[in-house]
């Protein structure tokens, strides 16, 4: 996205929002708010996104950072989920290959395990099957069924005996992909932006605080609030939808609608370094406490490991500040332990944690939180609101379609102009953005901008930004102090801050260190001062701030990431080194 989209923007935007009438208001800016936007701008339709914290604040930040079809999913015979999210995995995988990359997973199966190995063998041949017939886009690589003598040379960190759990069998062998779930969220959102070419807008810290309806009790507009100056204004639109997923039921309560629609629970990653493990590539895990699913991730320097699923209401009603807390983290690593015995993992080793919460549809019968339905509902109120809820991150592109076709049907947006556009799967298209390492390559030779940062550094670039990548080494070529590193040994520089300034509208250093970065859980909790203090100061000389800003802005940064890390360091010294099991 070569538009600008800074801070300048954002006011004109709301300036343009109070002025003119869009075909959509939408409410919600997390990955199905950003797919909608996606959605209407290739198919020439205006709108409005509106989002009452910074963009992918929520769920969409806070996931397993996996597209992925749901190896799980089979176990209930919901292959038509599985088919449906392996085929929008795979065209994502093809068509923004810097962001979206195979990663391999390990399904092992021990003699006293849950995965029995004709469930392994079954699960692993029957996914990739659905994947690769049944997607629309080939997949990355074959699955493979390992015997035991192979994953101890493949996998040499991994148990193959335990007295609990026997000896390994086999395991099987097959692919996904890892991602940055915000980075996803706010470049879908970036390029709707270029599509629409300065007829739509999109617009975080804008709180929708009541609704405007016609003389026949529709509702055709919203009242918004700016959460960063308290200015008021109105957005005016053919439709109003919502996809504000676990807010969802707050943001209907004020429309002629009174079901509690969203079922949520929380999930919870911790994150260690990579060689405590040693897993070479992602495994696929049973926990031994109650025989849930979840992850082991490589994710290069760290293990990303999750998730839980929980109830969030037996815990909480606070849908913005969901915490790991001990119970949950010694959850994961009771498992981690017995399946890795050399990690011998202590609260010493988490470098981060983070926590989300699904916005499941409530389900009559589930017996327990894993057994919610992760498909979307779309529904409408009695003033004629549309909503759009449930649903899991690797479908967004599919609901965000559903929804625009639901509008349509209903009489909610006219037909569309072209012929094209109502052919399903018509916005599996490419990323702009998107550029896969061989091109990038080739484009930093021709500019000779390669000399300039060290390897790992344009790695990042390349995978987090993409063609941005190209434009955030042109700013180190001239200015190269501005390529040093913030905090060493992290890739992090002044260039990447100023290029996040100028195209990602991050009114807040929250927003950069938790959504456009993956510093908040990338980098150990102890040097997050150092890096917030840097970052803040790049920010303070570009937007003006005083120093009492600047101070208030690392404080609620920090006290963000004291939240997450709370339980360790207010657990005393034993338990503190003791390998959690």
Known sequence: MKRKWDLDVRSQSIEAAEQGRYNLVIIGGGITGAGIARECALRGISFCLLEKNDFAFGTSSRSSKLFHGGMRYLTSGDFGLVRESTGERNWLRC??????????????SYQNYKARPHIVKIGVKLYDIISDWFSGFKNYRKAKIFKKDFIEEFEPAITTEDPDLGKMLMAGFYYDTNCDDARVTLETIKESLDYSEGRSAAINYA?????????SGLVRGVKVKDTLNGKEFQVMGQAVVSAAGVWTDQVLAGSNYDQERIYPTKGVHVVVPNERIGNRNAFSLISIDDGRFFFVLNRGSVSVIGTTDTNYYRESSNLDEPWCNKEDCDYLLRTVNKMFPRARLTY?????????????IRQEGAQNESDVSRRHEIFQTGDGIVAIAGGKSTTYRRMAEDLLFYL???NYLEQFARAEHHKRNFSRQPFR??????????????????????????????RQYGRGGIEILEKIDAAPQSGVSLLESYPHCEAEILYILDRECA???????????????LIWHHKQPELARAVADIMAARYNWSEERKEAEITEYLEYIANTVRFVTETNFEDHSSPVS
């Open 207 to 215: 709180r929708v605080t009541d609704y405007i309806k016609d003389s």
């Open 507 to 521: 009114p807040k250093l929250i927003d950069i260190l938790c959504r456009r970065t993956e510093a908040q859980w």
């Open 408 to 410: 349509v049907e209903n």
């Open 348 to 360: 010493n080793d988490i470098i981060a944690t983070f926590a989300g919460i699904r916005p499941l």
């Open 95 to 108: 068509h923004f290959p810097n962001l979206v990359r195979p990663l391999g997973f390990v399904y092992p």
């Open 433 to 462: 953005i998107a550029l896969d390492r061989k091109e990038f390559d080739r484009i930093i030779s021709e500019k000779k901008l390669g000399g300039r940062v060290h390897p790992s550094m344009l790695e990042h670039f390349h």
